[in-house]
């Protein structure tokens, strides 16, 4: 079946940096596209960058622009998501997903366009 696991999250001081892994396995189809998304205390979660497999377009929340990086091992089945310049504004569980296979000839970043979720992982920014 679909799963994706993320993992590297933690604790790090504003201004560093962490490198989130999304590795998934279960995909029949050719092509994907996988987000990342975050939910910090009392807000909605919300999309924060996402690639596709087929092209490798990209597309980041404006906030994340500059900071965060997004890319794929396709040998590896992983999707990372690169943050740099940690913000405490930044700190929220990180959710990899998948986005519904008939829709992935658009990015979206809506949440009920994705199908899988990850079980997400802590982000804290804190000096």
């Known amino acids: 079946q679909v799963q994706l696991v993320e993992s590297g999250g933690g604790l790090v001081q504003p201004g560093g940096s962490l490198r989130l892994s999304c590795t998934f396995s279960g995909f029949t189809e050719t092509y994907w596209v996988i987000a990342w998304f975050r939910q910090a205390p009392g807000k909605e979660r919300e999309g924060v960058s996402c690639?596709?497999?087929?092209?490798?377009?990209?597309w980041h929340e404006e906030a994340a622009k500059g900071r965060f990086a997004i890319s794929r091992d396709v040998a590896r089945d992983t999707v990372y998501l690169q943050m740099n310049s940690l913000k405490p504004e930044d700190t929220a569980v990180y959710y990899c997903?998948?986005?519904?296979?008939?829709?992935?000839?658009?990015?979206?970043?809506?949440?009920?366009?994705?199908?899988?979720w990850g079980q997400g992982t802590q982000v804290t920014v804190s000096s």
């Open positions: 690639i596709s497999s087929h092209d490798g377009s990209e």
């Open positions: 997903a998948r986005q519904k296979p008939t829709e992935i000839w658009t990015i979206s970043t809506t949440t009920p366009s994705y199908d899988y």
